[in-house]
């Protein structure tokens, strides 16, 4: 048809209820991407600001892998928050935590590319942090044709 159709995933059926209030109709799915539907694929995923808040990453990449057509890309963009020091205790207290939103890890472009470099994908572009400019990094991988 031509025409772009986006899909927004978030847990927070709140978050999408505003987001639902400023934009075009766009379709919305409140849950996580294991809740999708496992025979629809995408051209293109994009994951800002949530590789670090997902508490199984390597699962994450194994599952965008199959819903990615092949050809599809997929961008992960996150930042290291510099002020988020944990020990080894409170990180596992987080990992451990009822909490519904908690911030599991601390990952830079490095650590999450070691993750996803065993999905299938192959890496097209990446962008780490750097002193002289952000704290956000970007990788780009694509699906093989």
Known sequence: SGALRYLGVDPDAAALAAVAARLPPVELHPGTLASIDPL???DHVLVLRSWNHLPDPQGFADRVATLL???GSLVVVDN???ALLR???QTRAAQESTARWEHCR???DQQAHRILAGSGLTLQ???PIRPEGSNQWMLLYTRPA
Do not use: E
């Open 40 to 42: 629809r694929t995408f």
């Open 87 to 89: 020990t080894p205790r």
């Open 69 to 71: 057509r092949p050809g």
């Open 106 to 108: 601390n990952d830079d």
């Open 125 to 127: 572009r990446r962008l």
């Open 80 to 82: 290291v928050a510099f």
